[in-house]
């Protein structure tokens, strides 16, 4: 049996007895409930060393290729280099729906560069594409992303001229929309909220979280079930470690990288992106490895079960804890002590 973290606040029930005894009892559970999640949000003292960090990596538009990186910032919104910012720029269709590569698969072959504030996108066939993301200005506008309004600066025309002959062999349909502000302006839906996730968490246009964990472990530990091996990158994650046991992450509740320290806010569960190989952008015939992780990592607590759904898991959604701080390629990875009690999910 393998297990996934549960963090949850209590509700106890009062009884009735007075109006004055239940004003009274409101006041010490109010007191109760602010303390316990002081201390939920407050970094343990100890720390055990589980591995260290083999791969990082920034996706500067959300479902497009990655940049691989040897030495970042870790902020609010997410990974950080100079103007390379993990996920602040997206593509939406023309009534400002967000688009990815779940519709459009081919997406992930376009490679994008970044020097200063130049962002290149690059793709088979095509001439590149310029976009200096300083000159990006006027009255901003919003799009939807996962039924929450957020803020963008429209890209300009060639970016969109460009994304459309390339996507859907056309010259319209598609906009590259940027954030360039410092801070989120995301809602949180009401599902996010059976976890630890705030608003401090949503970072840019990530679907869930600023950061993402893979254990090369659990990839391994997968493969060893596929007949056709996938790598970490078919799960896009930002940060990869190395040395930990399989699916150890999913007893994690704080993990430091270097110097930085991160809350484990949720499990990652994960949706048909997984089954788009990332050197060809197509789409795996037999749905895998998502037929596979469905077999044996699906969350089986009642609580989030409704949540999640059949979603099955693979790696943590983290949320920065400490201040910003730098990371670089094998620093060691630290867990908390003690660990956390996990969700139950299944296994064979």
């Known amino acids: 049996m393998q297990y996934i973290k549960r963090s949850t606040t209590d509700r106890p029930r009062l009884p009735y007895v007075s109006t004055a005894a239940v004003s009274v009892g409101t006041v010490v559970v109010f007191v109760w409930w602010w303390w316990t999640k002081r201390q939920k949000e407050q970094p343990p003292s100890k720390w055990r060393k589980v591995g260290e960090l083999s791969d990082l990596v920034v996706y500067p538009v959300k479902s497009l290729g990655p940049i691989r990186i040897n030495k970042l910032e870790c902020t609010i919104l997410g990974s950080k280099s100079g103007w390379l910012r993990d996920r602040a720029l997206m593509v939406t269709d023309q009534s400002g729906h967000f688009v990815t590569a779940r519709q459009w698969p081919q997406m992930v072959l376009v490679s994008p560069s970044i020097s200063g504030s130049i962002l290149t996108l690059s793709a088979p066939g095509m001439p590149s594409e310029s976009i200096d993301l300083s000159q990006l200005q006027g009255k901003g506008k919003r799009v939807t992303l996962w039924g929450s309004p957020v803020d963008i600066y429209d890209c300009g025309d060639a970016p969109a001229r460009w994304l459309s002959q390339f996507l859907l062999q056309k010259d319209t349909g598609l906009r590259l929309v940027y954030h360039p502000w410092d801070f989120s302006t995301r809602g949180l839906p009401d599902k996010r909220r059976r976890f630890s996730i705030t608003t401090k968490d949503t970072g840019v246009y990530q679907d869930e979280t600023s950061y993402c964990l893979i254990n090369e472990s659990s990839v391994t530990e997968l493969n060893t079930r596929l007949d056709e091996p996938v790598t970490p990158q078919h799960f896009r994650p930002n940060f ?93 990875v630290y867990v908390g002590v003690p660990e956390v009690q996990p969700i139950l999910i299944s296994s064979p």
């Open 240 to 332: 990869v470690i190395k040395g930990a046991t399989a699916f150890e992450e999913d007893s994690w509740g704080w993990v430091k990288i270097g110097d930085v320290i991160f809350k484990c806010v949720r499990p990652c569960t994960r949706c048909l992106m997984i089954t788009i190989n990332p050197e060809t952008g197509m789409k795996s015939p037999i749905v895998e490895p998502m037929k596979t992780l469905k077999s044996y990592r699906q969350v089986m607590d009642p609580v989030i079960r409704p949540v999640v759904g059949e979603s099955p898991v693979m790696g943590v959604h983290l949320g920065l804890r400490g201040p910003s701080g730098t990371i670089q390629l094998g620093d060691p």
